[in-house]
């Protein structure tokens, strides 16, 4: 067992190194036209967007646009036939970017944000973690909690507004 253990704990030293991300090349960015750009990119799918208030961020815009992806992905593949919803607001200094499905909700597991765990067959387990790694690294927060409207889940982006007119 400790030889197992030892042997995981080299892996993932190794898988760490690979996976360090570049330095956000950070900027102003506009919510509304992130979140269009990725809506673009899933078009003739059962996704669609919400519009919210105008925000701007500072942050690297193909980093959080990758973070995106993923999580709308993630909520397509939870959520095989109904609509999955991009929205956001300006909310306390920070802009909070949603993502929601109808699907069957979360799982009872603390493990979401652990490397390696899924709940998807053929799933790596590592995209919620490097998307929560860069939107951390952006001085902002991912998180996922249960719909309290609909089943389904919310993935919740937050980060900081990025100009003293948004604050």
């Given at each position: 067992?400790?030889?197992?253990?030892?042997?995981?704990?080299?892996?993932?030293?190794?898988?760490?190194?690979?996976?360090?991300?570049?330095?956000?090349?950070?900027?102003?960015?506009?919510?509304?036209?992130?979140?269009?750009?990725?809506?673009?990119?899933?078009?003739?799918?059962?996704?669609r967007?919400?519009?919210?208030?105008?925000?701007?961020?500072?942050?690297?815009?193909?980093q959080?646009?990758?973070v995106l992806?993923?999580?709308?992905?993630?909520?397509?593949?939870?959520?095989?036939?109904?609509?999955?919803?991009?929205?956001?607001?300006?909310?306390?200094?920070?802009?909070?970017?949603?993502?929601l499905?109808?699907?069957?909700?979360?799982?009872?597991?603390?493990s979401?944000?652990?490397?390696?765990?899924?709940?998807?067959?053929?799933?790596?387990?590592?995209?919620?973690?490097?998307?929560?790694?860069?939107?951390?690294?952006?001085?902002?927060?991912?998180?996922?909690?249960?719909?309290?409207?609909?089943?389904?889940?919310?993935?919740?982006?937050?980060?900081?507004l990025?100009?003293?007119?948004?604050?």
């Amino acid at each position: 067992m400790e030889q197992r253990s030892e042997a995981l704990q080299r892996f993932l030293g190794g898988y760490a190194r690979l996976a360090r991300l570049p330095p956000p090349q950070v900027r102003p960015l506009d919510i509304a036209q992130l979140c269009s750009r990725v809506h673009g990119l899933f078009a003739g799918t059962r996704f669609r967007i919400e519009p919210g208030e105008s925000a701007r961020v500072r942050a690297d815009g193909d980093q959080i646009e990758q973070v995106l992806i993923n999580l709308v992905r993630n909520a397509l593949e939870a959520d095989a036939q109904g609509v999955v919803v991009l929205r956001w607001r300006r909310e306390a200094g920070h802009a909070r970017i949603e993502i929601l499905d109808n699907g069957h909700g979360l799982p009872s597991s603390d493990s979401l944000f652990v490397p390696f765990f899924t709940t998807k067959p053929g799933g790596s387990g590592i995209g919620l973690v490097l998307s929560r790694q860069i939107v951390e690294a952006q001085g902002g927060s991912l998180s996922l909690r249960p719909r309290d409207d609909a089943p389904g889940a919310v993935a919740d982006v937050v980060l900081p507004l990025g100009d003293a007119m948004d604050a």
